[in-house]
């Protein structure tokens, strides 16, 4: 059903059971390339392969068949600046998503797509270094530390005066460091 939405900007599939091949749908045929707005809060299921896939969706170079960008370079160019204005995800939240690793995140960091980003939820996701959260938002320039979450146990971490540290303490239906639930 996913991959009949292509144009999708807004998508909440929190608390689900859906895994990496059930987003697979998605990413089929440049689909995925327009979200703003995703939330996987509580998909155990989804690993380094979703980021991954996500990574190549939100990429602004579009490409064809080939592998070659299309268009004269004149024309890359005045897409690309407009793409870029207007592209890339502004909310993220892979809370409880336990699988994800620095891998994943790194993947995620290779592009200029989430200098949008504002809010960033990685409550949970015990797999995650110091040096792996850190790769990541040095791109993203507009992240609000106040809607930063990743693990307490993660000592030296990005912004730790103002991220506002684990959402998941006292949630029972997600992925917590503290309490081991998975």
């Given at each position: 059903?996913?991959?009949?939405c292509?144009?999708l900007e807004?998508?909440d599939l929190?608390?689900?059971?859906?895994?990496?091949?059930?987003?697979?749908?998605?990413?089929?045929?440049?689909?995925?390339?327009?979200?703003?707005?995703?939330?996987?809060?509580?998909?155990?299921?989804?690993?380094?392969?979703?980021l991954?896939?996500?990574s190549?969706?939100?990429?602004?170079?579009g490409?064809?068949?080939?592998?070659?960008?299309?268009?004269?370079?004149?024309?890359?160019?005045?897409?690309?600046?407009?793409?870029?204005?207007?592209?890339g995800?502004?909310?993220?939240s892979?809370?409880?998503?336990?699988?994800?690793?620095?891998e994943?995140?790194?993947?995620?960091?290779?592009?200029d797509?989430?200098?949008?980003?504002?809010?960033?939820?990685?409550s949970?996701?015990?797999?995650?270094s110091?040096?792996?959260?850190q790769?990541?938002?040095?791109?993203?320039?507009?992240?609000?530390?106040?809607l930063?979450?990743?693990c307490?146990?993660?000592?030296?971490g990005?912004?730790?005066?103002?991220?506002?540290?684990?959402?998941n303490?006292?949630?029972t239906r997600?992925?917590?460091?503290?309490?081991?639930?998975?």
């Open positions: 059903m996913l991959s009949y292509k144009n807004h998508l929190s608390q689900n059971i859906i895994s990496d091949l059930g987003l697979n749908g998605l990413f089929r045929k440049n689909g995925g390339k327009n979200l703003r707005h995703l939330d996987l809060s509580g998909c155990a299921r989804i690993s380094d392969k979703t991954k896939k996500l190549v969706a939100l990429n602004p170079r490409t064809n068949d080939r592998g070659s960008s299309s268009g004269s370079g004149e024309e890359r160019s005045e897409k690309h600046q407009l793409s870029s204005v207007n592209h995800l502004r909310y993220l892979l809370s409880g998503c336990y699988q994800i690793t620095d994943g995140i790194r993947m995620l960091s290779k592009n797509y989430l200098k949008n980003l504002t809010h960033l939820d990685l949970g996701c015990l797999n995650l110091a040096r792996g959260l790769d990541l938002v040095i791109k993203c320039p507009s992240l609000n530390h106040e930063f979450f990743y307490d146990n993660i000592s030296e990005p912004y730790p005066d103002t991220a506002s540290g684990c959402q303490l006292e949630c997600r992925v917590c460091c503290r309490s081991g639930l998975q």
